[in-house]
């Protein structure tokens, strides 16, 4: 195990990359999947078709395939010049989150859908009645009864998020796994690198799981 | 108050309201009784544009409701509705599910919304329960509460959509008590309910429908003394043992 004292940095950075990818990547999916939702709820086929199709593809091809897509279509498109926080290349990062946190989006979108439907009828109807407006009542009543509905799947995904990052190892971004072969490259082992990014990986789901649980907790108080 | 012309409601190729045209006055009673599927919840909730009718008019303080760009929700504030769930919202304590909307549309200053918010819990007799969510309360007392929501947008007419169907019997009195009082106010109410007894003794006006359409009304002297259509007595015969 003395290669861990001898690499123990390029872990170190490897999981700070890791960690930013997938708090950007959930940051922005879920904005984006609670948008693409409400796209699909609403009766407007102009609203709901192209968001129909948006979550279908995004589920229907591969999110590595896509992750590849978006780093060589957007290199060509723009110019992103080569610049380095740490380890990180932004010209690499940036394709690379906005594959990830659109591939989550249309997961979450699904997600946000499943709990907003989960919330009965009736609480809709009682706020119209009361005379609020469409978008108060989906604020006010629809959406914070929905949020409860949706953190528990929504943790899951969260923590599918942590290790689809290493997807990002393909287009050269120094993330966990990344570094991992790295040093299996330059040590000569084999095995144990991998075993060390195993472990942080799990890790880091495990804490995810765990402040996910206190959060369901917390919220559950008051009303049931 | 309200004026319905010639509202139809269709569901598919099922025609729940085959025509419905009545008027409501400021200050009226009006009880809506038939059986099951008679559609008179429906109704009911054409009368606020729960359900837009397919056909027809409602018309509510002169303003048509089922026109087309009519700001319903502004309409809708004055037409309070009490649900059979009592739909309370369960993430919001009693004075907030009270408070809510009249803060979010502005009904007033905090202090008057919440002055009034009080007032309300207190004639609902459920002061107390100020702080409590609605998950802890009884079936009884969350309808009250229902109540004392749709009461603090001041509204000028109450919906009723059998406000006692679903609570246990030991129950009924306290919410049938307090809409006693409401009536003892003057407030104009349309109610749709099974409690007989209640609306013979609160209603102002009974109708009667049966199958999508009013087969009969008047005073609740005419109706339950002295019904005059066959399908009428039957439908008595059965609930009035």
Redesign the interface.
Same mark, same amino acid.
Request: proline content about 8%; hydrophobic content about 35%.
């Given at each position: 195990m003395e290669f861990i004292a001898r690499y123990y940095p390029f872990y170190i950075s490897g999981t700070v990359a890791t960690l930013c990818i997938a708090v950007i990547t959930v940051f922005f999916g879920t904005i984006i999947g609670v948008f693409v939702s409400l796209f699909r709820l609403s009766r407007n086929p102009l609203l709901s078709a192209p968001a129909n199709l948006y979550v279908q593809v995004l589920r229907g091809t591969p999110a590595l395939l896509q992750v590849m897509i978006f780093y060589f279509g957007i290199s060509r498109l723009v110019h992103i010049p080569s610049v380095y926080i740490g380890t990180v290349n932004l010209a690499r990062f940036i394709p690379g989150c906005a594959a990830l946190a659109i591939n989550s989006s249309a997961y979450t979108a699904e997600i946000v859908r499943a709990g907003i439907n989960a919330v009965?009828i009736?609480?809709t109807?009682?706020?119209?009645?009361?005379?609020?407006?469409k978008a108060?009542t989906m604020r006010?009543?629809v959406l914070?009864?929905a949020v409860?509905n949706i953190l528990p799947a929504l943790g899951n995904e969260f923590i599918s998020v942590i290790k689809e990052t290493s997807l990002l190892s393909v287009i050269a971004i120094q993330d966990l796994l990344f570094v991992a072969s790295n040093i299996q490259a330059s040590s000569y082992l084999i095995m144990e690198p991998l075993y060390v990014a195993a472990a942080i990986y799990f890790t880091l789901t495990c804490c995810v799981s765990a402040a996910l649980a206190y959060l369901e907790k917390r919220l559950a108080r008051?009303?049931? | 108050m309200i004026s319905v012309e010639d509202v139809r409601k269709s569901f598919g190729k099922h025609e729940v309201l085959r025509g419905i045209t009545n008027h409501v006055e400021a200050g009226e009673v009006v009880v809506i009784i038939g059986p099951s599927g008679s559609g008179k919840s429906t109704l009911l909730r054409c009368l606020?544009m /729960?359900e837009p009718p397919t056909a027809g008019r409602v018309v509510f303080k002169g303003e048509d409701m089922t026109a087309p760009r009519v700001n319903v929700?502004?309409l809708?504030?004055?037409?309070?509705?009490v649900?059979q769930?009592f739909?309370?919202?369960?993430?919001r304590?009693v004075f907030e599910n009270i408070t809510?909307?009249p803060l979010?549309?502005k009904k007033g200053t905090k202090e008057e919304v919440e002055a009034l918010a009080e007032s309300l819990l207190k004639r609902v007799g459920l002061a107390e329960k100020r702080n409590a969510?609605?998950?802890s309360l009884s079936g009884g007392q969350q309808q009250r509460i229902?109540i004392a929501?749709?009461l603090a947008?001041r509204p000028d007419v109450m /919906?009723f959509d059998e406000p006692t169907s679903a609570l246990d019997p030991e129950m009924v009195g306290e919410v049938l008590k307090v809409m006693e009082e409401l009536v003892e106010d003057g407030m104009t109410m349309v109610i749709v309910t099974h409690e007989m007894g209640f609306a013979r003794e609160v209603g102002s006006r009974i109708l009667f429908m049966d199958e999508g359409v009013i087969i009969e009304e008047g005073t609740p002297g005419d109706i339950f003394e002295r019904p005059q259509h066959p399908r009428t007595v039957d439908f008595l015969s059965k609930v009035l043992r």
């Open positions: 009965p009736g609480q109807e009682a706020g119209y009645s009361l005379g609020l407006t108060m006010e009543i914070p009864q409860r008051g009303w049931r | 606020n /729960l929700s502004r809708r504030e004055k037409m309070g509705m649900f769930q739909n309370l919202f369960p993430h304590t809510l909307a979010k549309l969510y609605p998950s229902a929501r749709a947008m /919906l």
